[in-house]
Nanobody, 113 residues
Framework: VQFVESGGGLVQPGGSLRLSCAAS????????MTWHRQAPGKERELVATISTDGVRTFYADSVKGRFTITRDNTKNTVYLQMNNLKPVDTAVYYC???????WGQGTQVSVSS
């Protein structure tokens, strides 16, 4: 199992980023996918979840209305569109799947003026 996150970077408050996570080593279309983040000095937290067919989604209250999780089962990839970014969104972002005890290297998102 492997997760490779990309798309992070430095952005000003109010800006946008689109994260990607390429998954391999398991049947992607059969698995719920999640995005998590870990800010400096804080525990890792769940940001968003998407069902196997992409129809059902869940968001943490802190990102609801600003972030959108999607997936492309033909590309074994899950995405996180992040709009109206705030400094509190600064963190390393990871994708994962419940029941699979693997984490990628993450991608750093920094929001600062």
């Amino acid at each position: 199992v492997q997760f490779v996150e990309s798309g992070g970077g430095l952005v000003q408050p109010g800006g946008s980023l689109r994260l990607s996570c390429a998954a391999s080593g398991f049947t992607f279309s059969n698995h719920v996918m999640t995005w998590h983040r870990q800010a400096p000095g804080k525990e890792r937290e769940l940001v968003a979840t998407i069902s196997t067919d992409g129809v059902r989604t869940f968001y943490a209250d802190s990102v609801k209305g600003r972030f959108t999780i999607t997936r492309d089962n033909t590309k074994n990839t899950v995405y996180l569109q992040m709009n109206n970014l705030k400094p509190v969104d600064t963190a390393v972002y990871y994708c994962a799947s419940p029941g699979l005890a693997y984490w990628g290297q993450g991608t750093q998102v920094s929001v600062s003026s």
